[in-house]
């Protein structure tokens, strides 16, 4: 527990390199696996996943969204994700790319060359007005930095929380300067989220956005959702749905400043399909090496770095008793370090995505939006962002790497670079030519 607690990444690397597939893990009072083979991921997420409910951890880390759709269960999750669904289809989605460029053309208008910026703080901004804007039909522009902080401050109680001072064994309740903070934070977060959906009720209006399917929607008694279940469930979005997303731009970002020889090729691909046009949804087909580019940052540096379960009932895994209530471990970044599935695995390099090498992976060597029903309902939202996001920055600024500056994960709830990632900016010489607002 206490390798654990001081760097939880490289314990359950070494945990799982020394001692194999399933490793019964020494957590006080608590019978917790780590599980890192594909084929034990996913008789855990697809196969044998009516065995499992989220576990304690999470349930604990990520009370702040309530009962909302990431951590609900059973047959009222199962109807809140029927709820949400459509606004995640593919083509709704398409409609969000003007959005999400317009958006990061909108946050470049204030860049300059030669300075320096914390990458990952404006890539937070941007991903949170992004999907405020498409999901909500909210401005938030305002109210980003605040969302921020309280972001901040929430990452920092959970990343805390093993840390080993006596104070993090306290219950929640306790007026501990970190409880203070968080429950501050969280206050900070409803104040905003009440906001916009007291506006869009006021208005009456239905805009056809995810809000106006959650305000309108009606069980089979006609009944519509009560305000908190609506809280949380606008909360789950915008948490789920910004955070993660602007952790893997920020690795990617900081990864292919220090990859010149990635750079290049992806320049390359941006010149030929872009031909110094914005990006726009119509070209992802042809951006495979921007996709490239996201998928290896997201192999080795995952936003979501860890799921967990819950066993609901014994079972059996790789040869090993499951008893009921065992807590397990599944770790993306463990599994996608893993040298038996991917060669070199410490090094970045985005080509092994297009040259057929990954091509015959087990399915679960590589899931950074988890898998089976409770796969990420924002997958490819996310994805169409990300690639979005970097061809419309990457052709207009190089972002260099700070010398002797090295970002380090801090695994909390999402795997959030500590202190964030300052890079330089320098402004590219190739004459470009905007979209007409
Ligand atoms: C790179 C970006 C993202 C990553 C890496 C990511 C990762 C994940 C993962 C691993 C899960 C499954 C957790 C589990 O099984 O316990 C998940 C669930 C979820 N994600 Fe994402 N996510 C991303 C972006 C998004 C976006 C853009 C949205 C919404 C706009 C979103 C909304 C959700 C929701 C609501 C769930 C819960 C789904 C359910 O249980 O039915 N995520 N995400």
Same mark, same amino acid.
């Given at each position: 527990?206490?390798?654990?607690?001081?760097?939880?990444?490289?314990?359950?690397?070494?945990?799982?390199?020394?001692?194999?597939?399933?490793?019964?893990?020494? $957590?006080?009072?608590?019978?917790?696996?780590?599980?890192?083979?594909?084929?034990?991921?996913?008789?855990?997420?697809?196969?044998?996943?009516?065995?499992?409910?989220?576990?304690?951890?999470?349930?604990?880390?990520?009370?702040?969204?309530?009962?909302?759709?990431?951590?609900?269960?059973?047959?009222?999750?199962?109807?809140?994700?029927?709820?949400?669904?459509?606004?995640?289809?593919?083509?709704?989605?398409?409609?969000?790319?003007?959005?999400?460029?317009? &958006?990061?053309?909108?946050?470049?208008?204030?860049?300059?060359?030669?300075?320096?910026?914390?990458?990952?703080?404006?890539?937070?901004?941007?991903?949170?007005?992004?999907?405020?804007?498409?999901?909500?039909?909210?401005?938030?522009?305002?109210?980003?930095?605040?969302?921020?902080?309280?972001?901040?401050?929430?990452?920092?109680? $959970?990343?805390?929380?093993?840390?080993?001072?006596?104070?993090?064994?306290?219950?929640?309740?306790?007026?501990?300067?970190?409880?203070?903070?968080?429950?501050?934070?969280?206050?900070?977060?409803?104040?905003?989220?009440?906001?916009?959906?007291?506006?869009?009720?006021?208005?009456?209006?239905?805009?056809?956005?995810?809000?106006?399917?959650?305000?309108?929607?009606?069980? %089979?008694?006609?009944?519509?959702?009560?305000?908190?279940?609506?809280?949380?469930?606008?909360?789950?979005?915008?948490?789920?749905?910004?955070?993660?997303?602007?952790?893997?731009?920020?690795?990617?970002?900081?990864?292919?400043?220090?990859?010149?020889?990635?750079?290049?090729?992806?320049?390359?691909?941006?010149? %030929?399909?872009?031909?110094?046009?914005?990006?726009?949804?119509?070209?992802?087909?042809?951006?495979?090496?921007?996709?490239?580019?996201?998928?290896?940052?997201?192999?080795?540096?995952?936003?979501?770095?860890?799921?967990?379960?819950?066993?609901?009932?014994?079972?059996?895994?790789?040869?090993?008793?499951?008893?009921?209530?065992?807590?397990?471990?599944?770790?993306?970044?463990?599994?996608?370090?893993?040298?038996?599935?991917?060669?070199?695995?410490?090094?970045?390099?985005?080509?092994?995505?297009?040259?057929?090498?990954?091509?015959?992976?087990?399915?679960?060597?590589? &899931?950074?939006?988890?898998?089976?029903?409770?796969?990420?309902?924002?997958?490819?939202?996310?994805?169409?962002?990300?690639?979005?996001?970097?061809?419309?920055?990457?052709?207009?600024?190089?972002?260099?790497?700070?010398?002797?500056?090295?970002?380090?994960?801090?695994?909390?709830?999402?795997?959030?670079?500590?202190?964030?990632?300052?890079?330089?900016?320098?402004?590219?010489?190739?004459?470009? %030519?905007?979209?007409?607002?």
């Amino acid at each position: 527990m206490i390798g654990y607690a001081t760097d939880p990444l490289g314990y359950l690397t070494r945990c799982s390199r020394e001692y194999g597939d399933v490793v019964r893990l020494r $957590f006080p009072g608590t019978l917790a696996y780590l599980i890192t083979h594909p084929d034990h991921i996913e008789q855990i997420l697809v196969k044998n996943n009516r065995n499992f409910i989220k576990d304690k951890y999470t349930r604990e880390e990520l009370s702040v969204l309530g009962s909302g759709l990431l951590i609900s269960e059973g047959d009222f999750w199962r109807r809140q994700r029927r709820l949400a669904q459509p606004a995640f289809h593919r083509r709704r989605i398409e409609a969000y790319g003007e959005t999400m460029v317009s &958006f990061t053309e909108r946050m470049l208008e204030d860049w300059r060359d030669g300075e320096v910026r914390d990458v990952h703080r404006e890539m937070m901004r941007l991903t949170l007005e992004i999907v405020a804007k498409t999901l909500l039909d909210a401005d938030i522009a305002g109210e980003a930095e605040d969302v921020g902080e309280a972001m901040g401050e929430i990452m920092d109680y $959970f990343s805390d929380q093993g840390s080993g001072s006596f104070l993090r064994l306290l219950p929640e309740r306790f007026p501990t300067p970190g409880n203070v903070r968080y429950r501050r934070a969280v206050r900070r977060l409803d104040g905003i989220i009440y906001s916009i959906i007291e506006e869009r009720r006021r208005s009456g209006a239905d805009t056809g956005d995810l809000l106006s399917m959650l305000l309108h929607a009606e069980d %089979e008694h006609g009944n519509r959702m009560d305000p908190q279940q609506l809280r949380d469930e606008v909360m789950t979005v915008v948490l789920a749905g910004h955070e993660t997303t602007a952790i893997a731009l920020s690795w990617m970002f900081y990864l292919l400043g220090e990859n010149p020889e990635a750079e290049t090729k992806l320049l390359a691909e941006l010149e %030929e399909v872009l031909d110094g046009r914005t990006p726009t949804v119509g070209d992802l087909p042809r951006l495979r090496y921007a996709d490239a580019v996201i998928k290896e940052s997201m192999r080795l540096y995952p936003p979501a770095w860890a799921i967990g379960r819950e066993a609901l009932g014994e079972c059996e895994i790789g040869g090993y008793r499951v008893p009921t209530k065992t807590q397990m471990f599944i770790s993306q970044y463990v599994t996608h370090r893993d040298s038996r599935f991917f060669d070199d695995p410490e090094i970045f390099d985005p080509s092994r995505w297009l040259d057929g090498r990954t091509q015959s992976l087990p399915h679960y060597a590589y &899931f950074p939006f988890g898998g089976g029903p409770r796969l990420c309902i924002g997958s490819n939202f996310a994805r169409m962002e990300a690639v979005l996001l970097l061809a419309a920055i990457a052709r207009e600024f190089r972002l260099e790497p700070v010398p002797g500056e090295i970002p380090v994960p801090q695994p909390s709830i999402t795997l959030r670079p500590r202190g964030g990632i300052r890079m330089k900016l320098s402004k590219r010489r190739v004459s470009t %030519e905007r979209s007409e607002p």
